[in-house]
């Protein structure tokens, strides 16, 4: 009884350790595409500012502010 219980344990732990492995790898990929998508916005919303500021210098030059 006592060799099935320590068998039993081993593998609950065996399972576990390989889950958390598996999840750490998870969540640095899922932190990885949080990242990049807050960076994607970023740079969009930083291109739409500075193409409106191209705009209206060009504007400004032509003469038709």
Known sequence: ????????????????????????TLEYIIGAAVILVVLAGAVTVWNNGLSTKINQLVSQLMGTA
């Open 1 to 24: 009884m006592r060799q099935r219980l320590e068998a039993l344990g081993w593998q609950i732990w065996a399972r576990i350790h390989t889950d958390e492995r598996g999840l750490t």
